[in-house]
């Protein structure tokens, strides 16, 4: 175990601590701040199912892996590894789809391998945008996101491209 | 969001529809139960952490770290909003910690305050840019990944990782900079000394209603300051 996990813990307990000097009624107020979770919830579901429904559909329709099939010449021609495009096309989406995708490659080519240090890249160095533009936006009226949306895929797609080369040389 | 939806399911419909149209309610309803177990994962994890953060609030923790960073903050959400700093502050250290569970309550926080906001639209895209950039000081996951999976040097991807997330947030900030901050001005109209303030708002004329009006309520108030 590594000191990270230290921190946590550590940090939650401070917090308790500090408030307790500050005279907080910790059990009251910790009640207070958890009843708001439900009502958070109510405002999201709809909309973070309409998004994972979407998803499922896109990955059962095969237009995934047409896409990244499609895509792979591109990608290798930008200097990402063809191997690890499903990972970059996913990514987006969900979050727990990739990191199952990330320890294939690592099982497949090895955690040594080039191909696995840029998946681990690309797995680490983006949120997945689609998932927080859904729980982000969710319930805020009338404002489209789409533009901010844009903004993360092409600022985490560089990134991609950058981290690919950074694994090069580094 | 809405033709974007419209477009891919139509699409997908029709291409199911031509490999195996029985396979179209299954993948429907898959995707409502995955958001269904993934809700019950986030009541779970929003309970714990906002019932934390609502110690720390009441004791005051918050509000002396977001007067901390306010300077910095305050230019780069563009906000007065006290409340709103708070949370974005929470948000971003959860972040740069690899906590991102306790990053998403506060950053949804935020967004919700963030609307009561003349500059809304733009803090708004500046924080998801922010976040979409995942930056993160050690990347826990994925190394606890690579040691599990036998890498001779488990680490060796943590300053590549950070390079590239670096990349993503200069480049998801100066965007937003440059694509929705045109005319908005507030954060900075208190600075100026004279004069310049009427320059801004006649260049917010060409965008609209919308981002006029602020300006305008930004010089009056640098007005009544004078």
Request: net charge positive.
């Amino acid at each position: 175990m590594s000191w990270t996990a230290y921190i946590l813990p550590a940090l939650c307990a401070a917090v308790l601590l500090f408030a307790s000097v500050r005279k907080v009624k910790v059990y009251d107020s910790f009640a207070g701040g958890a009843a708001k979770a439900l009502p958070l919830l109510k405002n999201l579901f709809p909309y973070v199912a309409a998004v994972l429904v979407l998803a499922e559909l896109f990955e059962a329709s095969g237009l995934s892996a047409a896409l990244s099939s499609a895509l792979s010449p591109l990608f290798s021609l930008l200097g990402i590894p063809e191997e690890i495009a499903p990972l970059v096309l996913v990514k987006p989406f969900s979050g727990s789809g990739s990191l199952s995708l990330l320890t294939e490659i690592f099982a497949k080519y090895g955690a040594n391998s080039y191909i696995a240090r840029c998946a681990s890249v690309v797995y680490a160095s983006g949120e997945t945008v689609f998932y927080l533009s859904a729980v982000y936006f969710a319930g805020i009226e009338g404002k489209r996101p789409a533009l901010p949306v844009a903004i993360g895929l092409i600022s985490n797609f560089i990134a991609i491209l950058l981290g690919c080369l950074f694994c090069r040389i580094i | 969001m809405n033709v974007l939806f419209l477009v891919v399911f139509i699409v997908c419909t029709a291409l199911i529809c031509v490999r195996d149209p029985s396979a179209f309610l299954p993948a429907l309803l898959s995707g409502a139960e995955r958001a269904v177990s993934l809700c019950i994962t986030l009541a779970a994890v929003y309970a714990v952490w906002l019932g934390i953060l609502q110690v720390a609030e009441d004791a005051g923790a918050l509000r002396g770290l977001a007067r901390g960073m306010k300077p910095l903050t305050k230019k780069l959400f563009r906000t007065e909003n006290e409340s709103a700093l708070e949370k974005i502050v929470v948000n971003l250290s959860a972040n740069l910690l690899g906590m991102g569970g306790a990053a998403t309550p506060a950053g949804i926080s935020a967004m919700r305050l963030l609307g009561a906001e003349e500059n809304a639209r733009y803090s708004r895209a500046m924080l998801f840019a922010v976040n979409c950039a995942g930056l993160q000081l050690f990347p826990t996951t994925v190394v606890s990944l690579r040691a599990a999976a036998g890498a001779a040097s488990a680490y060796d991807v943590v300053l590549p990782i950070l390079l590239s997330s670096l990349c993503a947030l200069i480049m998801g900030v100066s965007l937003v900079m440059l694509l929705c901050g045109r005319g908005v001005r507030m954060g900075r109209a208190g600075m100026h000394k004279e004069g310049s303030d009427n320059g801004g708002s006649v260049r917010a004329d060409k965008k609209g209603g919308r981002t006029e009006r602020c300006d305008m309520r930004a010089g009056g108030r640098k007005g009544v300051r004078r």
